[in-house]
């Protein structure tokens, strides 16, 4: 029988934040209430402190991970050793591929639950799952029970899950087909159209979905353009683009255009796009993204274990472009230290400091936190838009306490976490309850889970 993690609380809670970082920055003495749902009623500044209030130091608002592939976290660490001599994302794709050909749905909710599960100690409480491991091990011809899985895990967790089944058919933008080991991503684009119409009847009241494109070389235009005539309601949609070198070069070859070039050349492209990556842009494909509001899910900490490259994240934040961040292959689940990795791989290329700032926000810490957040809601299409009235209440807690952190304000506390110690306890509270950690069952099945796989 499922017991909800976060049951819902008896009437109205009041905090009391005398710190927090708000949509439009840092505030004192801010008074929210929240209602028996988990929702923020109420956001008020410059206000008073009462009897009844929970008092809590300085908090930060929760992050949406905008790009997950739940199962490669059973890989973290396992291919760090050399397997040719010119190793890249494309040899470790290959290793990724034979993993992927190991799990069953099973095993699959176990390492789900597991990886949610920190996700929220981490301090990200809604998740975007790009998923493609579609077919079913025992049966070639069952493509839901693997997105099931997911559906439950992300359900018995408490993380607000966007399910992005992936559309993923050919080798090769040329239409190469499939590999062997490729063989349980593979739907038609009649049959993923059915597989997304039958998972949106299953989801959960807090879960949604988003349509999802694998790749421009995994995907025809007109299987693309087939899939929006159907399925297009305004939902989010996601693909990955421009991540490797090689990608750009073959879609150059393929149709004379780059690869955010070809995709605004065939589709209109707005804020509901989320483009994965997006590592390799020239400034014209970077004028392209900006001016269209479309979102940049960034993955720094994946980036920089593939060598996939370093995002211009610069002349994208003085253009005014939108980015959110993701935890994407799970080498590591820490949003801070994603922000961090980001921002030291501008300051090594550009051999400056103090890249991701603003006149109106000149902190570093402030300005990738509150951007992501503000995309990352956008792009999971789930109320977590940061602290504000009808999102839900969900924040980070800083332990102020820390001695790193004596005697600083939220915004230089936020920086330090950042880019001094990510060991600084951060307590994360969903729907205005303090997340207790992970359970002792979810440790002892994901265990087993990888002694089978190992």
Not at 117 to 122: I, R
Not at 334 to 344: A, R
Not at 364 to 381: H, R, Y
């Amino acid at each position: 029988m499922y017991i909800n993690p976060w049951h819902k609380i008896d009437g109205m809670n009041n905090y009391f934040f005398k710190q927090a970082l708000l949509p439009q920055g840092w505030q004192d003495n801010v008074s929210v209430t929240i209602d028996s749902d988990g929702v923020f009623q109420d956001v008020s500044e410059d206000s008073k402190q009462h009897p009844s209030d929970i008092v809590i130091d300085c908090i930060i608002p929760a992050m949406p991970n905008c790009h997950s592939h739940v199962f490669q976290r059973t890989m973290a660490g396992l291919t760090e050793y050399k397997t040719s001599d010119n190793d890249s994302f494309w040899s470790w794709r290959n290793l990724m591929y034979q993993y992927a050909n190991k799990i069953d749905a099973r095993q699959l909710y176990h390492i789900a639950r597991y990886a949610y599960s920190e996700m929220l100690l981490a301090g990200f409480t809604s998740v975007c799952e790009f998923h493609y491991i579609h077919r079913s091990l025992s049966d070639k011809n069952n493509t839901e029970d693997m997105s099931l899985a997911i559906i439950n895990a992300a359900h018995d967790v408490g993380i607000r899950l966007t399910l992005l089944p992936v559309l993923y058919t050919q080798a090769h933008i040329n239409g190469s087909p499939l590999s062997d080991l490729q063989h349980r991503f593979k739907l038609s684009s009649t049959e993923y159209i059915e597989l997304y119409k039958s998972l949106e009847k299953q989801l959960f009241p807090e879960q949604n979905m988003a349509i999802c494109f694998h790749s421009l070389r995994a995907v025809s235009i007109e299987q693309m353009a087939k899939v929006l005539r159907e399925l297009d309601k305004g939902q989010t949609i996601h693909i990955h683009i421009s991540e490797q070198v090689a990608e750009v070069e073959q879609v150059i070859e393929h149709s004379g255009m780059r690869p955010v070039e070809l995709l605004f050349h065939h589709f209109d492209v707005d804020q509901n796009w989320c483009l994965v990556h997006a590592t390799h842009l020239n400034n014209h494909e970077i004028e392209l993204i900006t001016q269209s509001g479309a979102i940049v899910g960034l993955c720094p900490m994946t980036e920089a274990n593939l060598g996939d490259g370093i995002f211009p994240l610069s002349t994208f934040i003085k253009q005014k472009g939108c980015f959110a961040i993701g935890s994407d292959s799970h080498i590591l689940i820490n949003p801070f230290q994603e922000l961090q990795i980001l921002e030291y791989s501008q300051r090594l290329q550009m051999q400056q400091r103090i890249i991701a700032s603003t006149k109106n926000t000149a902190n570093v810490g402030t300005l990738l936190w509150n951007e992501s957040v503000k995309a990352g809601a956008i792009t999971c299409a789930q109320p977590v838009d940061g602290i504000q009235a009808k999102q839900l209440a969900n924040w980070l807690n800083i332990d102020t306490q820390h001695p790193l952190l004596t005697n600083l304000n939220g915004e230089k506390c936020l920086d330090t976490i950042i880019f001094v110690s990510n060991q600084i306890k951060v307590d994360t509270y969903i729907y205005g309850q303090k997340y207790q950690g992970i359970s002792k069952n979810i440790i002892e099945n994901y265990k087993n889970t990888l002694k089978s796989l190992r």
